[in-house]
């Protein structure tokens, strides 16, 4: 049997879950108590006409209250820090478990999907978390010391009640039952909800541009009231559960009032014992209710925890290697034996026995047609992904034997699409070097011709970024995103298609000072691009089409080589 994870982080709250019960059943004994005490002021004080007896255990009744007051507040206050701190610490977890994941792992779960786990499923488990520290313990000790209770007063008494207690039992494990079910289905709908709502505010443009606004908001108006009629289905179960409570109970009062009222003899019970048996069923039917409600809680509880332990017990298939040093005597950077990968098990390769190499110092391009597999690549070589077959060599050694953090600082990687934080140009510079000094940041933003803009802004390096770098426009996020990369120190450095959206004067600037730091720092280089214009003075260029290599050589050997390559540079070059 799994490990439930989810639950596993309640460890470090052992303390205040114990003590907080502790402190709720010291408030039930007080209630339980009570009466007893009003069973006494009846029977001796007002039967007897004695005030003092009455004062005195008037006084002790308050006392008890004070003190079972006392005991919530302690309760309650140790709740609410197992609750939030566990919640907290939920949210962490699967915040961190979402970041170790493998790319294919991550796909195979939807965005909404994880959303919902941070949202919904992580607040319905710390709410579980605080009423089981607030009430767990307090509605069965309650029920049963009621129960006790009863039976001291009247043995008979005690099986009515113990009766009522076991139909209402009967009648909320049905509910249990149902419910449950159909809250795993509830959130599942939300996670599709959650998906349809992030695709139209990623895509809000696009769907205003194609005037498709009308047909986005029939579409999720119906998702919505599927979701709210499945949730209604089983709220208007569960409000069974008061009503069916309130009456059992009062039935039970009745039985006990009219009994006593007509056939006096058949409890021999006095007023006092009368009263104090109606407290106690009081107390047995708000202890029922406070069940009722947990079981809607705990329902909803249950369901997210399924969810919870199914994602956090997703093993990354990506596992790091023990290897923390490269062989520097290696004459090649990189190389690929008979590499093959396909995201769906084998089903259909992305890739198809990749076989080239990288030289220590040199540079690649990478050309071809859209979805041939050339990011597939560079995820291979970021280790996103694992092969599907063959092996990559890194420096001499196998790319998976490298411990991950260690071979993740010796490449940099320039994404196609630039991915900028909320913060300031220098926190999101310091995400490639964390102990980067401000003449390194400069220097970097030079490289990747930036410097000139940022040092525009009167706070420079420190001017705020939005979220998405959404105050800069898309050449100066692509050169921010470029800098970022080149201020790493790394013996790899990767371009993605980085150049698509700059100018040819700002490309020709920057790939000029990339080819400058490659000989200084003999610095190996992959740059994958559509432009033949950022290929054609690389050491070599491959060519991709459909997963396979179609050639592989410099420009003037590819325009004789290769008929893809050629028909890509006639198409560029024709007007030029």
Excluded: W
């Amino acid at each position: 049997m799994k490990k439930s994870k989810s639950l596993s982080l309640l460890k470090y709250f052992k303390k205040h879950l114990i003590a907080g019960p502790i402190f709720k059943s010291f408030e039930v004994i007080f209630e339980l108590i009570i009466p007893f005490i009003v069973s006494d002021v009846i029977n001796i004080g007002i039967v007897n006409n004695d005030v003092f007896f009455i004062v005195t255990r008037c006084i002790l009744i308050i006392s008890l209250g004070i003190l079972g007051l006392t005991s919530t507040l302690v309760c309650q206050y140790f709740a609410s820090i197992a609750s939030q701190g566990y919640g907290t610490l939920l949210r962490d977890k699967i915040f961190e478990h979402s970041n170790n994941l493998s790319l294919r792992q991550i796909n195979s779960f939807s965005k909404g999907y994880i959303q919902t786990l941070i949202t919904n499923d992580s607040i319905y488990m710390q709410n579980a978390v605080a009423v089981g520290i607030r009430l767990l313990i307090r509605a069965p000790f309650l029920v049963l010391g009621a129960m006790i209770c009863s039976f001291i007063i009247n043995y008979i008494v005690g099986f009515i009640f113990l009766g009522l207690t076991i139909i209402i039992s009967i009648i909320l494990y049905f509910i249990i039952s149902y419910a449950s079910k159909r809250y795993l289905i509830i959130q599942k709908q939300l996670d599709h909800l959650s998906n349809n709502v992030s695709d139209n505010l990623k895509g809000s443009r696009v769907i205003r541009a194609f005037n498709y606004q009308d047909e986005e908001v029939v579409r999720f108006k119906k998702e919505s009231n599927d979701y709210k009629k499945k949730v209604l289905s089983v709220e208007k179960f569960n409000s069974f559960i008061n009503p069916l409570t309130f009456g059992i109970i009062n039935v039970g009062i009745v039985l006990i009032l009219y009994f006593t009222s007509f056939y006096p003899g058949f409890f021999n019970l006095n007023g006092g014992e009368i009263v104090a048996l109606i407290n106690y069923l009081n107390q047995i039917l708000v202890a029922l209710l406070v069940v009722s409600n947990l079981v809607v809680i705990f329902n909803k509880a249950f369901a997210s925890k399924k969810r919870l332990d199914d994602f956090l017990n997703e093993q990354n298939e990506i596992k790091s290697g023990n290897l923390n040093k490269i062989n520097e005597d290696s004459l090649n950077c990189l190389e690929f034996n008979n590499v093959c990968f396909s995201f769906n098990d084998g089903k259909k390769n992305v890739l198809n026995n990749l076989n080239f190499k990288l030289e220590k110092g040199k540079s690649l391009g990478i050309i071809g047609t859209t979805g041939s597999g050339k990011t597939s690549i560079v995820n291979l070589i970021l280790r996103l992904y694992n092969t599907s077959n063959g092996k990559i060599n890194f420096f001499g050694n196998n790319l998976n034997d490298y411990n991950i953090d260690y071979l993740k600082n010796l490449i940099s990687y320039s994404p196609q699409k630039s991915l900028l934080y909320k913060g300031t140009i220098k926190s999101n510079m310091l995400i490639a070097k964390k102990d980067a000094s401000d003449e390194e940041i400069i220097n970097a933003l030079k490289l990747a011709n930036a410097y000139e803009f940022v040092m525009k802004y009167d706070d420079g390096i420190n001017h705020q970024v939005e979220e998405n770098g959404t105050n800069f426009s898309g050449g100066q996020k692509q050169r921010l995103s470029l800098a970022r990369s080149l201020l790493k120190d790394s013996k790899l450095l990767i371009i993605d298609d980085s150049f698509s959206v700059l100018d040819y004067l700002s490309e020709k600037t920057i790939r000029k000072n990339i080819e400058e730091l490659q000989r200084n720092c003999n610095l190996s280089t992959i740059i994958i691009s559509q432009r033949i214009s950022s290929l054609k003075d690389l050491d070599a260029i491959m060519v991709i089409d459909d997963g396979e290599i179609q050639a592989i050589g410099n420009n003037d050997e590819l325009l004789k080589i290769s008929p893809l390559y050629k028909q890509i540079y006639d198409i560029q070059t024709k007007d030029m």
